[in-house]
């Protein structure tokens, strides 16, 4: 149980384009969902946290016209990164939490290439 | 604020070697701590959790103890295998539901 998957697995897009990453929580229901960014070697970075039916919360520094975050119902949160630039290359990792739990569960990861 | 504070890598062991990777923490309250485990190109897995002052977790060999009075939960195995090698990251979370990671501690395990 307590899977959460990712899609794309990996994208390469070109600069000034969108791209949209999904993340899912297969057999639960997913009141809270977490987006991280992780650059090569390092640690990961909570970017923001969203609930369903809310505007998400961004963390200190993150550009939220840049990084849309929509979490439309308790299985779905999607991530887009607008207009896109190179400085946004990284592995985007999500991860969801059910109601009155505190545990995380991760998906496995979206590698960004801009180019 | 709280933080995780990992033991700087990479760590290099030979297969059937011991193995510590050192965490500490500093954090108000009473936070549940984590070891979470990534291989290449993959998300985090977690490893084992425990969640208050001397619970043992333990997965796949790993122990860790959540030791309050040295504020530390080191992650051990006793014997290593070429599998093991991966970044593993130690974690705690405190009641705002936020995870704070450590840098991470990345493992090599030669055969």
């Known amino acids: 149980g307590a899977v959460v998957s990712q899609h794309p697995s990996w994208v390469i897009c070109k600069s000034g384009t969108s791209v949209k990453i999904e993340c899912r929580s297969l057999?639960?229901?997913?009141?809270?969902m977490f987006w991280y960014r992780q650059f090569p070697k390092q640690s990961l970075m909570l970017m923001a946290t969203?609930?369903?039916?809310?505007?998400?919360?961004?963390e200190q520094g993150v550009e939220k016209d840049k990084f849309l975050i929509n979490h439309a119902s308790l299985t779905l949160s999607t991530l887009t990164v607008t207009s896109a630039h190179p400085e946004d290359s990284s592995f985007y990792i999500c991860?969801?939490?059910?109601?009155?739990?505190?545990?995380?569960?991760f998906g496995p990861g979206t590698r960004l290439t801009v180019t | 604020g709280n933080s995780v504070t990992q033991m700087e890598g990479p760590v290099t062991l030979s297969e059937e070697a011991f193995l510590t990777i050192n965490c500490t923490y500093t954090?108000?309250?009473?936070?549940?701590l984590f070891w979470y485990v990534q291989y290449p190109g993959e998300g985090l897995q977690l490893l084992l959790k425990?969640?208050?002052?001397?619970d043992k977790g333990s997965n796949k060999g790993f122990e860790a103890t959540y030791r309050k009075e040295t504020t530390s939960f080191h992650l051990e195995k006793g014997s290593v295998q070429v599998s093991d090698s991966a970044v593993y990251f130690c974690?705690?979370?405190?009641?705002?539901?936020?995870?704070?990671f450590g840098t991470g501690t990345r493992l090599k395990v030669l055969a």
């Open positions: 991860s969801a939490r059910e109601a009155f739990s505190y545990e995380q569960y």
């Open positions: 057999d639960f229901q997913a009141t809270t």
């Open positions: 969203s609930n369903e039916g809310s505007k998400a919360t961004y």
């Open positions: 954090a108000t309250g009473y936070p549940s």
């Open positions: 425990a969640t208050k002052a001397d």
């Open positions: 974690a705690l979370l405190s009641g705002t539901y936020k995870y704070i």
